[in-house]
């Protein structure tokens, strides 16, 4: 069974930076992309930043996503921060998980973790 665990999040004054990590577990499940999303408060979810499995590092204006491969984890940094930036920011991830040979796509979110940065 796949399972996506995100971390990070918290209240950080305006022009700081955060990170967020999301970590993908699973026996033989490859990831072909992750994609990091935000919900503003009473607004629909939109997607701010991605990468595909293969990737190491994107970069989106103030959103860099980055693998640590020694954790197994992807990486949402967000620089010089905005009230606007506040929100649910989710990840998630697409792949394959090879179920004794048959390959089974997964798409797969975190929980969610809240960002505030207060105005």
């Known amino acids: 069974q796949v399972q996506v665990a995100e971390s990070g999040g918290g209240l950080v004054q305006a022009g700081g930076s955060l990170r967020l990590s999301c970590i993908a577990s699973g026996s033989s499940f490859s990831v072909d992309h992750t994609d990091w999303y935000r919900q503003p408060p009473g607004k629909q979810r939109e997607w701010v930043a991605g990468?595909?499995?293969s990737g190491v590092t994107s970069v989106t204006g103030r959103f860099t996503v980055s693998r640590d491969k020694a954790k197994n984890a992807v990486n949402l940094e967000i620089d010089s921060l905005k009230p606007e930036d506040t929100g649910g920011y989710y990840c998630?991830?697409?792949?394959?998980?090879?179920?004794?040979?048959?390959?089974?796509?997964?798409?797969?979110w975190g929980q969610g973790n809240q960002v505030t940065v207060p105005s």
């Open positions: 990468m595909p499995g």
């Open positions: 998630n991830n697409r792949g394959l998980q090879n179920n004794r040979g048959a390959l089974i796509p997964v798409d797969i």
